[in-house]
Nanobody, 134 residues
Framework: QVQLVESGGGLVQPGGSLRLSCAASRFTLEDYHIGWFRQSPGKEREGVSCMSSSDGMTYYADSVKGRFTISRDNAKKTVYLQMNSLEPEDTAVYYC???????????????????????????WGQGTQVTVSS
């Protein structure tokens, strides 16, 4: 079974930084697109940042562009989300996700992958809580 496990969340003050990790098991990470998503209570889950498997192209939601950076280490089967200049609005449960089919498809860019991922991706981690507060 494919497994994704997030870690690195916690409580941080506004302006602080966190580095989230998503550890993958039982599949070859380099073959899959993968993304970070987040959900706050009462709000729909949204795509934050996604990276393609084929060419390393990335997508960032406008709300995090310039503050967050997605990267991967295929040897360690781990995807990272470096989060800088955190704001209270970033408070959410953060998930990493992919899919056996859509994670390998080449017919769309990472913007579509991220925007539609909440509906179509089938492999999700359990999430890690990020709270930005004084």
């Amino acid at each position: 079974q494919v497994q994704l496990v997030e870690s690195g969340g916690g409580l941080v003050q506004p302006g602080g930084s966190l580095r989230l990790s998503c550890a993958a098991s039982r599949f070859t990470l380099e073959d899959y697109h993968i993304g970070w998503f987040r959900q706050s209570p009462g709000k729909e889950r949204e795509g934050v940042s996604c990276m393609s498997s084929s060419d390393g192209m990335t997508y960032y939601a406008d709300s995090v562009k310039g503050r967050f950076t997605i990267s991967r280490d295929n040897a360690k089967k781990t995807v990272y989300l470096q989060m800088n200049s955190l704001e209270p609005e970033d408070t959410a449960v953060y998930y990493c996700a992919t899919d056996y089919l859509w994670g390998r498809a080449l017919d769309y860019g990472m913007g579509s992958f991220c925007r539609l991922g909440t509906r179509y991706l089938g492999i999700w981690g359990q999430g890690t809580q990020v709270t930005v507060s004084s």
